[in-house]
């Protein structure tokens, strides 16, 4: 099993520097990797600045696999570019790159004015147009319903990432996502029993899709704080928790008519009243590990007892949210990797 | 209540279309707005006193199918074309509450002869940039309410939207916005078009408006009173935006009396 190292900084808690710092720090300490979703940091969710800071980090780092999660792939312009720009991510870092698509949030659809009606559609489509350039089998000309594309050159543009797809963890979206995906992450702030099913379900869907492809990535998002003791790191996480989720959490579950069914989203509407963009009692997020908290062996037992139930391939621990400081986050890393990492 | 509605499924070009009929007489078409409201109301029940009610549910609305193949307001207005003539309709009296107003709008664009009167309620289908249209697609029901409610604490909530995230209707409500927002995401619930065709309507129309309708302005009902040739505006006073349900009496009574009345 592997470890990423991610963030969900609240507004104005970290700087594009902070992040980097973050980074170089998780490749130093022997971590497998590290992530970034569009809303942290300053990206504001926009899709090509995640393909900036997957750029960047491919710079910044020297041996970490770098996972660009949740990246909005309807929003994007076109395809094409992109499939270019992370060919070019690809080859230039190693072939460390790992493509994380999703369907986007509520605020990118409100901005953009785009049909959430019609985002599945386009998800599919703009993979479709990808995987064509990608494997260099272009035709002379891609007409989709969303995008049509004269493709001049014959030649490939690899190598292409492995494609990792973010969404809820229901039906409606496992079905759109096995077919296209070498991997699932799962969305952070839910509890591990959510998870597990939420697991499950995807690997049903991708088998059955797709029986004779390797076992799938199952990705689990977690929040971590490993403190000295159980008492001063649930001090310190309570402080961040009440505000993080007062400013970024409110919307994260909040979707848009069309992006999903009404039942998954009737669905996401009731998890969000028991998540951790509202639960707020300490026995509850430990006892559902919507977090992992506490001393060092605190935080390895519970990790322990998650992973058992949830059989991820991949953690992202989000070893920074809301607006824990960057000297924290650090000393986050260093602990986990230091007290925890050498048992995993 | 006092009739005794019959909900039936036909097939209406390719698409599984649910309609619930009630009452005697001339058939009156009934075209609900976004709230998807495709129960049998209090509200229907007076209209069905005077003319057999047809109220169909859009597609992609409560059980009706098909929404995948409609991608605009007139897609839904062909598809009443396709009732009309699957009831053998030449010439029937519409009555259409904001969706719905805008749905009658666009079907009497295309097809004039074949809609006797239409009677437009708040009706949605139009942009005035000075008077825009406010917010319908947020999920915080308190905001809703104050928006389309005229007194949000009226008794008229309680019967015509989910109040909580628990309420039973809540599904059949997302479900409802999900097909408002295929047609109406962008450009946001109107036809850029439309304004310019408003000319072609040729029956008598009756626009009915809440003087307070926070949703969409009073202004609109103005503009199309001005704009569609045969029209007249009645402004109801202390009312919102939703009139079938805060002022269900005198809206029959305005309803019956210009669709049975000399013009």
């Not at chain 1, 990423?4 to 497998?32: I, N, W, Y």
């Not at chain 2, 047809?54 to 098909?66: I, Q, V, Y």
Request: glycine content about 8%.
């Amino acid at each position: 099993m592997r470890v990423f190292v991610s963030q969900l900084p609240g507004p104005q808690a970290l700087t594009e520097r902070d992040l980097l710092t973050l980074a170089r720090l998780a490749d130093s300490l022997g971590f497998d990797g590290v992530a970034s979703a569009p809303g942290a940091g300053r990206a504001g969710g926009n899709p090509h600045t995640s393909l900036l800071q997957a750029g960047i980090l491919a710079r910044e780092t020297s041996r970490v696999k770098i996972a660009v999660l949740d990246c909005s792939l309807p929003a994007m312009p076109s395809p094409v570019q992109a499939a270019d720009q992370l060919a070019w991510i690809q080859q230039t870092s190693h072939e460390r790159l790992i493509a994380g698509f999703g369907l986007g949030g509520v605020e990118q659809y409100e901005q953009s004015r785009l049909n959430p009606a019609s985002a599945s559609d386009r998800f599919r489509e703009a993979l479709q147009l990808m995987n064509t350039v990608w494997r260099g089998e272009q035709p002379e000309r891609f007409d989709g319903a969303f995008w049509t594309w004269q493709l001049p050159q014959r030649t490939a543009l690899t190598p292409a990432p492995p494609i990792w797809t973010t969404g809820p963890a229901e039906k409606d979206f496992f079905d759109l996502a096995a077919p296209l995906s070498s991997g699932y992450v799962l969305p952070a702030l839910i509890d591990a029993k959510t998870a597990t099913k939420g697991a499950k379900g995807f690997r049903k869907a991708f088998s059955k899709q797709r029986p004779e492809a390797d076992a799938p990535e199952v990705v689990w998002q977690v929040p971590i704080f490993v403190g000295e003791t159980d008492e001063s790191a649930w001090k310190d996480f309570s402080a961040w928790l009440q505000p993080w989720q007062q400013t970024c959490l409110r919307d994260a579950f909040r979707e848009p008519p069309g992006l999903f069914s009404p039942r998954t989203i009737a669905k996401q509407t009731r998890l969000a009243e028991q998540s951790l963009a509202t639960v707020t009692d300490r026995e509850a997020i430990s006892a559902g590990h919507f977090a992992l908290v506490g001393s060092p062996e605190s935080v390895q037992e519970q990790l322990a007892a998650a992973i058992d139930s949830i059989e991820p391939t991949t953690v992202v621990g989000l070893f920074q949210f809301g607006q824990m400081p960057v000297s924290s986050a650090q000393e986050n890393i260093r602990r986990f990797a230091k007290q925890i990492f050498p048992n995993l | 209540m006092k009739h005794t509605p019959e909900t039936t499924f036909v097939d209406i070009a390719g698409r599984k279309t649910q309609i619930t009929r009630g009452g005697q007489g001339t058939p009156l078409l009934y075209l609900h707005s976004a709230g998807g409201e495709t129960e049998w109301t209090r509200y229907h029940d007076l209209l069905a006193d005077h003319f057999e009610v047809f109220l169909p549910a859009h597609p992609g609305f409560d059980n009706s199918e098909g929404l995948e193949t409609v991608n605009c307001v007139t897609d839904y207005a062909w598809h009443y074309v396709d009732l009309m003539d699957h009831f053998g309709w030449d010439h029937v009296p519409v009555v259409g509450f904001s969706l719905g107003g805008w749905t009658g709008m666009e079907l009497s664009v295309l097809r004039p002869q074949r809609v006797s009167k239409l009677v437009l309620v708040n009706a949605a289908g139009i942009h005035l940039p000075e008077k825009p249209m406010a917010e319908l697609f947020g999920d915080d029901l308190d905001d809703l309410r104050e928006r389309l409610y005229f007194d949000p604490d009226s008794p008229a909530v309680e019967e015509s939207m989910p109040t909580t995230r628990n309420d039973p209707r809540l599904f059949q409500w997302l479900k409802a916005r999900e097909a408002t927002a295929k047609v109406g995401w962008e450009p946001y619930l109107h036809n850029p078009r439309l304004p310019s065709h408003l000319r072609r309507i040729e029956c008598p129309v009756r626009i009915l408006w809440g003087r307070y309708d926070r949703l969409i302005p009073v202004e609109t009902g103005q503009f199309l009173a001005e704009r569609i040739p045969n029209a007249t505006l009645e402004i109801f006073e202390e009312a919102g935006h939703m009139l079938p349900f805060e002022h269900s009496e005198r809206l029959c009574r305005e309803i019956v009396q210009f669709v049975q009345g000399e013009k």
